[in-house]
Every structure is written in structure tokens, then in C-alpha cells.
């Protein structure tokens, strides 16, 4: 695997455990409380920087940490409990958007893009239709390279709609594991879906085509966006 691949999981050896980071697919609540597995205390810091913070040999942490050798013996060991979480592509993009492009314009620099070129939605669309996947941030990236699921076997698929019903689910396999806590949404994407469905009726279409194996993806774990 390469070290791209690394940056986006979690793993817990003590309990045989691992998620599958995909951003915009409530993993910031899943890191926030996969996190008090260590922190016991109120500690200052985003869940991110506190993961990235913690080693090999703490009870967990990313699984960039660990050598090679050590991160496949993981994935492949059928006793490791390997979840992640999915969400209907179209809102996740939807999400991505606002959050990276309309309220980070540190971000749009990244990219070489003047405001007025990215921060249109029909723009945005064409210039991530004609970035390759890899290539993407990792925000825009498919859910299918930022899972891998081309080689991880997940034991349990989590949608976002569902995240509580089934956190629970996965609990009763793994009581070891935190119960979830407070689900942070930071962008009202489900009332900016309505108006971009409305203003802009031919971006859904485009969106579900640049994202269509994460579409497939759904339907083979029969899932409804």
C-alpha cells in the first residue's frame, strides 16, 4: 500500500480494530470518539490533531505508525474488525463544496484558481470532472480509493444516515468500542442539495457520473443513497 493509502485509517491492536477514515462521512465523530480510548481527560485540540499525536504504542493510532509488514499482517487478519462509513456522493460532494471551496479560500490557493473561477458550481464540477481521483484532495476523492476497497474486507459498512443505529449494531460485535458521541455537522448540506437541485438541475447528473464508482460501490453493498 502506498503512503497515501496510510494517512486515512485508524487502527487498535489491543482491540483488533480498524476504521476507515473517508473524509466528509461524519469522521471527525468517529475520530472524536474512537479517541477517548486513550483520552480519559478533556484535552484541547481537534480529534484530528490529538490522533495524529498518539503512536505504535498507545491503544491506538494511525496506521502510517506501524512498518509495512506489520499494517498488511492487520488487513488481512480475518480477526481484525475493519468498519468504515459511506455517504450518498452527491451530498458528500455537496458538503466538500461548501466546507473547502465556498468558506476556505486558503484552500481554492492550493488549487492555482482565481474565487470567481472555483467558487462557481458548474466550474468546480468540470475542473474536479477533469482531475483524476488520485490527484483530487482527498475531500473530493471517491469513497472507493479513500477506503480501499479494492484490498480491505470491511466486517461493517456505516452509512452517515444511519450512523447511530449502526454504531450500535457494531458495538454489540465489539463492546470494547466507545459508544458514539455527539455527531458534529459543520455545513447544512441537506438544504443546499434542495437549492442547488433547484438552480442547478444538470449538477446532480454530472456529480453521479464523476462518482460512479462510489454509486456501484452502494449497490454492491445495497445501500440507498
Same mark, same amino acid.
Given at each position: 500500500?502506498?503512503?497515501?493509502?496510510?494517512?486515512? %485509517?485508524?487502527?487498535? !491492536?489491543?482491540?483488533?480494530?480498524?476504521?476507515?477514515?473517508?473524509? %466528509?462521512?461524519?469522521?471527525? #465523530?468517529?475520530?472524536?470518539?474512537?479517541?477517548?480510548?486513550?483520552?480519559k481527560d478533556s484535552v484541547t485540540g481537534t480529534p484530528y490533531?490529538?490522533?495524529?499525536?498518539?503512536?505504535?504504542?498507545?491503544?491506538?493510532?494511525?496506521i502510517s505508525r506501524y512498518e509495512n509488514d506489520e499494517i498488511l499482517e492487520m488487513i488481512e487478519?480475518?480477526?481484525?474488525?475493519?468498519?468504515?462509513t459511506l455517504r450518498d456522493p452527491y451530498e458528500r460532494f455537496i458538503s466538500a463544496y461548501m466546507t473547502k471551496l465556498i468558506n476556505m479560500p486558503d484552500f481554492i490557493e492550493i488549487y492555482g484558481l482565481s474565487d470567481d473561477k472555483?467558487?462557481?458550481?458548474?466550474?468546480?464540477?468540470?475542473?474536479?470532472s477533469n482531475t483524476s481521483d488520485e490527484q483530487r484532495e482527498m475531500h473530493f476523492r471517491s469513497q472507493f480509493i479513500?477506503?480501499?476497497?479494492?484490498? *480491505?474486507?470491511?466486517? !461493517?459498512?456505516?452509512?452517515? !444516515?444511519?450512523?447511530?443505529?449502526?454504531?450500535?449494531?457494531?458495538?454489540?460485535?465489539?463492546? #470494547?468500542?466507545? %459508544?458514539?458521541?455527539? *455527531? !458534529?455537522?459543520?455545513?447544512?448540506? %441537506?438544504?443546499?442539495?434542495?437549492i442547488i437541485n433547484a438552480y442547478h438541475p444538470s449538477a446532480r447528473d454530472k456529480i453521479m457520473n464523476i462518482y460512479k464508482i462510489d454509486y456501484d460501490l452502494f449497490k454492491s453493498y445495497d445501500l440507498l443513497v
Open positions: 500500500m502506498s503512503e497515501f493509502d496510510l494517512n486515512n %485509517k485508524i487502527v487498535s !491492536r489491543d482491540h483488533k480494530f480498524l476504521y476507515g477514515v473517508i473524509q %466528509k462521512n461524519a469522521s471527525t #465523530s468517529v475520530i472524536a470518539t474512537l479517541n477517548t480510548l486513550y483520552y490533531e490529538m490522533l495524529e499525536s498518539l503512536g505504535k504504542n498507545n491503544i491506538l493510532c494511525p487478519d480475518p480477526h481484525f474488525y475493519k468498519v468504515t472555483i467558487l462557481n458550481l458548474d466550474n468546480a464540477i468540470e475542473f474536479i479513500m477506503g480501499n476497497f479494492d484490498t *480491505i474486507k470491511y466486517k !461493517r459498512i456505516m452509512h452517515v !444516515r444511519n450512523l447511530y443505529h449502526n454504531w450500535n449494531l457494531m458495538r454489540k460485535d465489539k463492546p #470494547s468500542i466507545p %459508544k458514539l458521541g455527539k *455527531i !458534529r455537522n459543520t455545513t447544512n448540506s %441537506k438544504d443546499m442539495v434542495k
